[in-house]
């Protein structure tokens, strides 16, 4: 009687598990940009060892005056200590953007909007994008002109009423005084048929 031929074994595609986990994930991304010209090449590789020590990041993809650091699940967003990562090597925070990217559930507070991230509980307040008007003067420094309005407020309310998951992409507003806010670039129900 003939052995029976071992079956092969099929190779799972690594983008599968990697669309897996970044699933899953709270705090997907952190990207900072900064003038190249404030950080040269071993300013960049200072920099990369500084936030390769950073606890909360697993991976960072580092390009002259950019860096996307990939959060670790379940680790929360700490500014102060970002803050200190890129001050160590001379890039100043007034000089470097953040734009996040995290998954949660929303809900309201008062007047405001809250984003909780899945899993880390980090809160963020939801405000809307910086006013742009071609007739009249806007102050863009003040939060009274940054309420979540039209299809990003329907958004929310559709998420509010289904308890789906988001992810919001946006960017840190005063990241320095409390609460954070994070002003949102694009807002996605994760999961709109639950």
């Known amino acids: 009687m003939p052995l029976p031929l ?4 099929i190779p799972r595609p690594p983008m599968l598990c990697t669309l897996l ?3 899953f994930l709270e705090i997907v991304t952190v990207t900072a940009t900064w003038n190249p010209g404030i950080c040269n090449d071993k300013c960049g590789e200072m920099l990369g060892k ?5 606890g909360a990041i697993q ?3 580092l390009t002259s005056g950019k860096v996307v650091m990939y959060w670790k699940p379940n680790a929360p967003f700490n500014y102060q200590t970002l803050k200190r990562n890129f001050q160590s090597v001379g890039v100043g925070l007034n000089l470097t953007p953040y734009e996040l990217k ?6 309201k507070q008062g007047g405001d909007v809250v984003l909780v991230s899945i899993g880390d509980n980090t809160r963020f307040n939801l405000i809307g994008p910086a006013p742009v008007s071609s007739n009249q003067y806007v102050s863009r420094g003040t939060i009274v002109n940054r309420k ?3 299809e990003l407020l329907d ?3 559709l998420a509010m009423k289904n308890r789906a998951i988001v992810e919001v992409t946006g960017g840190l507003y005063l990241p320095e005084t409390p609460p954070m806010r994070l002003a949102v670039n694009k807002l996605t129900i994760v999961n709109p048929e639950q």
């Open 155 to 157: 958004q929310v309310e």
């Open 59 to 61: 991976k960072i993809d």
């Open 6 to 9: 071992p079956v092969p074994e």
């Open 50 to 54: 500084a936030l390769n020590k950073n």
């Open 21 to 23: 986990l970044s699933f």
């Open 102 to 107: 995290v998954r949660g559930t929303v809900f």
């Open 148 to 150: 979540l309005q039209g």
